[in-house]
């Protein structure tokens, strides 16, 4: 499940960086409808192979289920810590890996206290997770 949850972590990295790529080349403006959706839907595939997993690893429900919760807390710590880092490096030299953003049109945007305390609380699941089960 480790694993899992380290692929979806560069998964959310990578994600990040080219949107940032995307949205500081003003791609995002080309679209007459909200480019998140897709970006979502792209998320949702992803997380959906936690639940194809028994065909792989055998993990339980509880095991997938953790591995899945986890994913999603992680996700955004990743995603916009890289997407933050990227713009700078692009166009925007006030934003860091732990900014929030100015200029957002997600339809949800978690601050930087939110993204911290979620990616703490994921690494405190697994530990207990490796603990107990």
């Not at 560069?10 to 080349?25: D, F, I, N, P, Q």
């Not at 992803?46 to 919760?69: D, K, N, Q």
Request: charged share 15%; proline share 3%.
């Amino acid at each position: 499940m480790e694993l899992l949850i380290l692929l979806f972590i560069c998964y959310s990295a990578v994600a990040g960086v080219l949107e940032a790529v995307l949205y500081g080349r003003q791609a995002a403006e080309t679209w007459k409808w909200n480019e998140h959706i897709m970006i979502a839907t792209k998320v949702v595939f992803v997380l959906v192979g936690y639940f194809a997993m028994p065909h792989i690893v055998h993990p339980t429900i509880l095991e997938s289920l953790i591995g899945f919760i986890c994913s999603v807390l992680v996700y955004s710590f990743f995603h916009d810590g890289f997407y933050y880092e990227a713009a700078r490096q692009i166009n925007r030299p006030d934003y860091r890996f732990s900014s929030n953003s100015k200029t957002s049109t997600a339809v949800i945007e978690w601050p930087w206290f939110i993204r911290g305390n979620a990616f703490l609380l994921a690494c405190l699941i697994v530990i207990l997770k490796n603990i107990y089960l």
